[in-house]
């Protein structure tokens, strides 16, 4: 049997946009219909496994792009299955239910935003507003490392407690401020304590320049305190639950 790899499914009827690259020797991408879909196709490394950065970057330039010209349900990287089971794994058994969710998708992309303190400027904050923190830190100053290792962890937590706290609050209202503009929302925690925020957000293309206009409004009342990176559009890899490879 020869295995495939599958990029994503869109509806029967979508045109692939002219020079799509796959991660496959062949490089050419093609669909796979069945009924009302269709899955994004190309062939596979044979001399190595996947999994490489280049795979990755290869797998997302393919939904994007198809995602710039039609609704798209991405899957997971890397998908690869048998060719026969395109049809008889994914389209077939999910049928109605990747129809609905390409409908619910249909004139929206995904945005993401990324959101980091600037250090200085967070400690400061957090030293002038935590009187315990800034008396510990001055009992410490200028003292060895080893004679002070229990305040330094204690002045420690106390600064990422502080610190969490603060992105928490600052996180909700960033939120708050692009709720209007997006049709949905999807937040994980943040990896990092000086992390502010890392969201997902579903966009109408008709409010996407709305959006970005209140991101850039956001970026210009936090200068210097926190750092925004907002990608996209892309296509909607938090939005498609249950696509399955």
């Not at 796979?32 to 290869?58: E, K």
């Not at 410490?140 to 706290?165: K, W």
């Amino acid at each position: 049997m020869t295995a495939v790899y599958v990029y994503g499914i869109l509806g029967a009827d979508a045109q692939l946009p002219e020079g799509l690259t796959g991660l496959g020797p062949s490089e050419k991408v093609s669909t796979v219909v069945h009924g009302d879909l269709a899955a994004i196709v190309s062939d596979v490394p044979t001399d190595r496994p996947l999994g490489t950065r280049d795979d990755l970057i290869a797998h997302e330039a393919v939904v994007d792009a198809a995602a710039a010209a039609t609704a798209v349900l991405p899957m997971r990287f890397p998908a690869v299955v048998e060719e026969s089971g395109v049809v008889e794994e994914l389209l077939a058994p999910h049928h109605d239910r990747f129809v609905a969710a390409l409908q619910d998708l249909a004139g929206r992309s995904q945005y993401t935003l990324k959101g980091r303190y600037e250090e200085a400027a967070v400690l400061g904050e957090v030293l002038e507003e935590h009187p315990e923190i800034r008396e510990l830190q001055r009992e410490i100053h200028g003292l060895p490392e080893d004679a002070t290792y229990h305040q330094r962890l204690r002045l420690g937590e106390l600064v990422v407690s502080a610190v969490e706290e603060r992105r928490d609050a600052e996180a909700e209202q960033l939120l708050a401020a692009l709720e209007p503009h997006v049709a949905g929302a999807v937040t994980r925690t943040p990896p990092q304590p000086d992390d502010v925020v890392d969201a997902a957000f579903l966009v109408e293309h008709g409010h996407a320049q709305a959006f970005e206009d209140a991101v850039e409004q956001l970026g210009e009342r936090l200068h210097g305190r926190v750092r925004l990176r907002l990608l996209g559009p892309l296509a909607p890899y938090d939005f498609v639950p249950g696509v399955e490879e």
